[in-house]
Nanobody, 124 residues
Framework: QVQLVESGGGLVQAGGSLRLSCAAS????????MGWFRQAPGKEREFVAA????????YYRDSVKGRFTISRDNAKNTIDLKMNSLKPEDTAVYFC?????????????????WGQGTQVTVSS
């Protein structure tokens, strides 16, 4: 079983930055693909970024490329999402998720473990 706990959300003005963190439990964390998803009110949950077990491969949705950076520290069982140049359309609840099969999926159903989410609000 894996437990994920997000932190770091908050309110920021457009153009500002936030860093989200996700702390994971579980001895095999280093083998999992880890992802960040987000869900805005009235919208479906969508992929934001993912990082493979080794940290050598990362993936981003087009709208966040060049602004967001995902990273992981397997020794500390943590992943981060550094978000720069935030826009009002980035406002959502952000979720950390784990894929124990180590895939490169963008689909929420392929991730078995989820955190509770952290709210990010970007004001214009």
């Amino acid at each position: 079983q894996v437990q994920l706990v997000e932190s770091g959300g908050g309110l920021v003005q457009a153009g500002g930055s936030l860093r989200l963190s996700c702390a994971a439990s579980g001895r095999t964390f280093s083998r999992y693909t880890m992802g960040w998803f987000r869900q805005a009110p009235g919208k479906e949950r969508e992929f934001v970024a993912a990082i493979m077990w080794s940290g050598g491969h990362t993936y981003y949705r087009d709208s966040v490329k060049g602004r967001f950076t995902i990273s992981r520290d397997n020794a500390k069982n943590t992943i981060d999402l550094k978000m720069n140049s935030l826009k009002p359309e980035d406002t959502a609840v952000y979720f950390c998720a784990a894929d124990p099969r180590g895939g490169s999926s963008w689909f929420p159903l392929d991730y078995d473990y989820w955190g509770q989410g952290t709210q990010v609000t970007v004001s214009s």
